[in-house]
Structure formats: C-alpha cells, structure tokens
C-alpha cells in the first residue's frame, strides 16, 4: 500500500521551504494553514492525497526537480533567504530560477566569513548535511594574528568547552611555517565555532574561509560565483550522509 501520510516537518521539506529545522521554526510561528486552519502541531501527518497546505497564501507542493549548487561566499552577505533590514544575503548571488524552486542555504557562514557554501531544494539532504548526528567534515583556513602554540593546538583538537558543552575532536593542519595560517577541520557547527575557538585562546580571527564541505571542495570558484554540482559530486555528497 502507497503511504499517504508524510510527517509536516518533512513534507514542507519536501516542498523546497528549508531544511527540517527551519520548517519546524516556521510551523510553531503559526505560518502554516492546513485547510485553511493554522496549525502549531509538529506531529501532525500531512495527508498528500486530501490536504491542503499553504504558507503566505501560496499552496506548498513536493518540488519535481532538485537542484544542487556551491557558491564562494564574499563578505558582507548573510546567510539567510531573506533579512528585515535589507542587508545582502547570500540569495541575492544566485540565479532567480533557483530562487523561485525553493533553493536554500545548507547551514550557515556568519557574515565576516568567506568560502564554500552549498544551496539545494533537497530538504532531506541538507537536513543529513547539518544535522550533528552524521558528523559530516567541514574545513577552514584561518589566519591569526599570531603563532598559533602547539599547546593551543592540542587543546583545540581534544575538545574545549563552548556554549556549556565539550567540543568534538578536531584536526588542525599548519599552512605556513609561522603556523600564523592553519586549516581546522570539524564534524559539527556551533554558532560562530571556529572563531570563537580561537578567541578562547586569545587569538584574533583575522580571516576565515570554509574551503571544503564533506567530499566537497572549493577549488578555484571565484569570489561571489556559484556553480552547479555535478552528478559525481552529488552522488558523493549523498553517500556522506547514507
């Protein structure tokens, strides 16, 4: 028998609204109208073949075609799809068809902060590619101020307390013999991690670029450019996950 029932959560998903956990943030502000009734319930099975769903007046279908992109973030842009203020976002640097399918940002890449920044419509995988549960890789290159000490170093990769909780492992690899620029890389996503991290330690962040997120690297994208992912790193990025 064909299942009918979907939960909301992933059925919004599925509609190109966001990742699960933005969904859910969008459910219990009451935005979502099943039947023409607001609904606050995240329990609540979406009947595919009887209800109506609608957010902002529009009716939410299952997107037909998933689209998959990486852009190099520029500073000044924030990692949101839309912002109150009318500062830039990071959806402004892609194409409006990608816009009007309910392309999203997977994660986020505070606004100082340069580099990899994948986009789908795919609610399923970007929730696999932030949820912590998957530890999915996602490396830096950071440029301090100073030398970054070995017994910094090693504090950092065992795990250091943040936001009441320990840290997971991480690796840092030195770029330069001044050990000034390093790449560290990490299996889950604090807010503002990395710098916060360092300035723990008494480090300032001069720059900080994602340049690889999972199987997936940054290369040679230009600065504020996007590109469609191709088969092979789609297919990779889902086996991360699976």
Same mark, same amino acid.
């Given at each position: ?89 990071? !959806?402004?640097? =892609? ?6 399918? +309910?392309?999203? &940002? #997977? @994660? ?99 720059? !900080?670029?994602? =340049? ?6 940054? +290369?040679?994208? &230009? #600065? @504020? ?18």
């Amino acid at each position: 028998m064909t299942r009918t029932k979907i939960r909301i959560n992933k059925y919004l998903s599925l509609c190109g609204l966001g990742s699960r956990r933005k969904t859910e943030e969008i459910i219990i502000k009451g935005q979502i109208y099943i039947n023409g009734i607001p609904t606050t319930d995240l329990s609540y099975q979406v009947d595919i073949n009887t209800d109506t769903v609608m957010y902002r007046g529009q009716v939410l279908l299952p997107v037909q075609a998933y689209h998959y992109l990486i852009l190099n973030k520029p500073k000044g842009y924030l990692t949101t799809t839309k912002d109150e203020r009318n500062r830039p976002t990071v !959806l402004q640097l =892609i194409p409006q068809q990608y816009r009007e399918q +309910g392309t999203f &940002p #997977v @994660g986020r890449l505070d606004k100082d902060t340069e580099g990899l920044l994948l986009f789908t419509n795919d609610g399923d995988l970007a929730y696999k590619l932030t949820h912590p549960r998957f530890k999915v890789p996602k490396t830096y290159q950071v440029t301090l101020d100073r030398p970054l000490r070995d017994d910094h170093k090693m504090a950092i990769e065992h795990g250091i307390e943040l936001y009441g909780t320990q840290t997971l492992p991480a690796t840092i690899v030195p770029i330069n013999d001044e050990w000034t620029i390093v790449t560290i890389t990490i299996t889950e996503g604090k807010k503002r991690q990395v710098r916060m991290l360092f300035s723990m330690l008494g480090y300032e962040v001069i720059s !900080l670029t994602r =340049i690889k997120y999972g199987p997936i690297t940054l +290369g040679d994208l &230009p #600065v @504020g450019k996007y590109r469609v992912l191709s088969k092979q790193e789609i297919e990779k990025l889902k086996s991360a996950v699976n």
